[in-house]
């Protein structure tokens, strides 16, 4: 046991302070972000909605999120990444807090667009910042202690808002979510000014390559939009799952969704510490997680027993774990060759064009398939994912060994 221990504590050695912080300040604000998961229980069981109007209310929540991310990247290659950073928590806490106050369709869609259009700028940002606070070596581990931080938080965060919900209803879910971004932007604004942040690795390219005339990175963002559009399903159609077939209360699905968070706590850092050093390359673990991920919706319609849904989450626990990592250090290893915002930005707006489709997609279909059916298509789609995935990994490997063997002969 003394070993295994010290094991994982090695696992975070050789991260930088400024890391350290960063990790921080996401745990303090992804421990408030209990509104996300609750956001389709909230808005069907709390306004009424019907589960179609839940469906396009996620849809402008993806549209928010794709501009967000977009802007974000932008800002970050003009303004830099600490200023936008500070910006979009301040704002986002606000929004939060004013966001409860509306209560008809069309308001909700609007606010719901803004609150995402201003918290997604922080995205791209934090990825240049962890870039540029991070040796070349430790990039992967950066990667997976602010993942690790983000999911700390997310493993408490839905325990904690199902206890909210009992006790003082889903308004104080806003609040929560509000406060814990205003303190995560002090603590930002204290720790990581650039006079007293040390940037470790600032990448300046004289001729930087636009991420748009990079065919394997658009491709391998297809697949990442995809894996999204599979991984989503987690955070909108699987609560309602949960409440409507096995008949969980709030807290119960509240305590799943922490196992989520509670396991990457404890795994990811050594799985990916191990996975570092093994054969496969960062394309071919992805496909890896993809796989189990759509495994872990498969597996729901095998049985009526309630016990399938951890294994569920286990499933789809250490796919996310697997690919989440791997397809950041991919994403960033690209971006090194352009402009770092705009390469951030697409890859944030992958995974925004996912909430766009993959909540909306997923609860029309559950409302007029059922979830049998709809499980099985989700599932088809995380195999198309791991297919484009497999693909783009050979393609890469036989353009390597073609540009090996022309400097050879040269």
Known sequence: ??????????????????IWWLAFITLINRAGTMVIPFLSLYLKEDLNLTVADVGWVMSAFGLGSVAGSWLGGKLTDTLGYYKVMVGSLLSTGILFIVLQFLNTFASICFGIFVVMLVADTFRPAMFVALNAY??????????????????????????????????????????????????????????LHPKKAKVLDEVKTENPVSAYSDKAFLVFLVAMMLFGIVFLQYFSTITIYYKDVHVLSEFEIGIILGLNGFLIFVFEMPLIKWLE????????LM???????????????????????????????????????????FAVGRAKKGNQGEFMA????????????????????AGTVGYNTTWYIITAIAAICAIILFSLNEKLKTDKKRKAWKIKKI
């Open 134 to 191: 991070s040796k070349p070596e430790n990039k992967i581990r950066s990667l997976t202690l602010i993942r690790l931080a983000i999911n700390l938080g997310f493993s408490a965060g839905p325990a904690l808002g199902g206890l909210i919900i009992t006790g003082l209803g889903y308004g104080g879910l806003f609040w929560v979510d509000g406060i814990t971004c205003i303190a995560a932007t002090l603590v930002l604004i204290n720790v």
């Open 1 to 18: 046991m003394k070993t295994l221990f010290n094991n994982y504590i090695n696992t975070f050695k050789g991260l930088s302070r400024e």
């Open 287 to 329: 496909f890896f997680g993809a796989i189990l991920t759509g495994l872990s919706l498969l597996i729901l319609n095998l049985t009526t027993w309630s016990g399938v849904l951890v294994i569920g989450m286990l499933l789809m626990t250490f796919g996310e774990m697997i690919a989440f990592p791997f397809s950041n250090a």
């Open 346 to 365: 697409l890859y944030s707006i992958s995974f925004s064009v996912a909430h766009i489709f993959g909540h909306n997609a997923g609860l029309q279909l």
């Open 277 to 284: 050093n093994s054969k496969y390359s960062k394309l071919r």
